[in-house]
Every structure is written in C-alpha cells, then in structure tokens.
C-alpha cells in the first residue's frame, strides 16, 4: 500500500517538476535581439510583473516611422516613393515607398483612471503621425541601423509634383551637411 501511495507522490512530483521547467524558459516571441537582461537564474517573475525583466526588440518587422503634421497627412497616400537620410549614413540618399500610416498619436490615448479627462490641452497640441515607410534600396535593410536612428525623409505626393526636383536637392544638400557635423 505504502508503495502504491509514494509511486503517486513520485508521478505528482515529477508532473510539478516538468511543469516548472517548462514555465520558467523564456521564449522570444519573433526573431529579435534582447538590448538588456536582468533576468537570473533562480529570478522569480510573475505573470503580473511590474519591472520587466528583459528588453526585446522585434527585428523581423522593423520599419521607419516618420512624424508628419495633421495638415500635410490629407496629401499622403499607401505606395508613394519617398526619400530617407540617417546621420548615421551621411551623403547617402534611400529610395523608400510609403506603407501607411499609424493609427493613432500619443494624444489619441487616455489612462485609465476613472476619472474623465480633461482634453483641452491635447487639443490645442499638434501631434505629429507617423507615416511607416518601406526601403526600397537594396543598399540598406531596416535593420542595418539601431531603433531611433534619426534623418530626414521626403514624401512625393501627387499634390505638390512641381517641388520635387526641388525637394529632391534640398533631401542631397541636408544628407552632405551630415558629414559636417
């Protein structure tokens, strides 16, 4: 009988144990890089977690955002071309293709608090949306440079086509005062 009873216990135990061990492997979701670790062996983290452990960035759907003003989104559309520059890449110009944009500014959300809002503030802000934009050089992919890499962009819209070529030089002349600095 004492047999039967510590057998059970043992299955029970081993059951515990298997379970452990499967909930405490961390798993990417997507492939990515992990920025920055605090996580230890023998770490306790709860499905409810207020710190985060681990900084994850997804690299398998990195794309370029690119804040632009309420009164100049009328004009942009899905699969314009547009131009992009990094500092990070002085003198060099990226053709790029538009995706979208975003659905929703940091002024389209509110905590929840319970208590009702007043918006007054936000409206009188004109945050910016982000336009996604696509390369479409093949010199650079989206991940060959860190998240938050800053330059400038240029979208051709159908609305303004004679500025251009206009545009188009003044995008050149910004890229080379890049190597200046």
Not at 61 to 86: D, W
Not at 102 to 123: K, N, P
Request: hydrophobic share 40%; proline share 3%; aromatic share 6%.
């Amino acid at each position: 009988m004492y047999g039967l009873i510590g057998a059970t216990q043992s299955r029970q135990q081993l059951a515990r144990a298997k379970y452990d061990l499967e909930h405490a492997t961390v798993r990417a979701p997507t492939d990515g890089v992990v920025q920055q670790l605090a996580l230890r062996s023998g770490a306790r983290v709860a499905a409810l977690t207020l710190q985060a452990v681990m900084v994850f960035v997804d690299t398998s759907r990195a794309k370029i955002s690119v804040p632009i003003h309420q009164n100049c989104l009328r004009h942009v559309r899905a699969g314009q071309a547009a131009e992009i520059t990094f500092k990070l890449h002085p003198g060099k110009t990226y053709a790029a293709n538009v995706l979208g944009v975003s659905g929703t500014t940091s002024g389209g959300q509110v905590r929840s608090s319970g208590i009702v809002e007043d918006l007054s503030a936000i409206e009188k802000r004109d945050d910016p949306y982000q336009v996604v934009l696509e390369l479409a050089d093949d010199r650079i992919t989206e991940n060959d440079f860190p998240g938050g890499a800053i330059g400038n962009a240029a979208i051709y819209t159908d609305s303004t086509k004679f500025t251009h070529v206009i545009r188009k030089v003044m995008v050149r002349m910004q890229t080379w005062v890049n190597c200046l600095w």
